[in-house]
Nanobody, 121 residues
Framework: QVQLVESGGGLVQAGGSLRLSCAASERTFNNNAMGWFRQAPGKEREFVATISWNSGSTYYADSVKGRFTISRDNAKNTVFLQMNSLKPEDTAVYYC??????????????WGQGTQVTVSS
């Protein structure tokens, strides 16, 4: 399994931006699609975005489309989530994951520990 470590979370006002990073431990990162998921208190983990191994394909949840951008740097074993125009409902713990190109959490077999994003109104 790929070891993943997220960073970049924090507290931001509504309308602001944050950039999350997820660093992977192994070069096999390059063979995996990467995804971002989030989980708010009392809610199920939900899909945010995914990117194919070569950045050729991306897919977003409707709730973040046009505001969030997923990207990756295979030379640095890192995937990013640029989050703009943040809303209070974006508040959650954000997780990155490695696995298949999928919007379902079951498609991923390696997960990070999560990073908290809090958006104040």
């Amino acid at each position: 399994q790929v070891q993943l470590v997220e960073s970049g979370g924090g507290l931001v006002q509504a309308g602001g931006s944050l950039r999350l990073s997820c660093a992977a431990s192994e070069r096999t990162f390059n063979n995996n699609a990467m995804g971002w998921f989030r989980q708010a208190p009392g809610k199920e983990r939900e899909f945010v975005a995914t990117i194919s191994w070569n950045s050729g394909s991306t897919y977003y949840a409707d709730s973040v489309k046009g505001r969030f951008t997923i990207s990756r740097d295979n030379a640095k074993n890192t995937v990013f989530l640029q989050m703009n125009s943040l809303k209070p409902e974006d508040t959650a713990v954000y997780y990155c994951a490695a696995g298949r190109y999928s919007s379902k959490w079951s498609g991923y077999d390696s997960w990070g520990q999560g990073t908290q994003v809090t958006v104040s109104s």
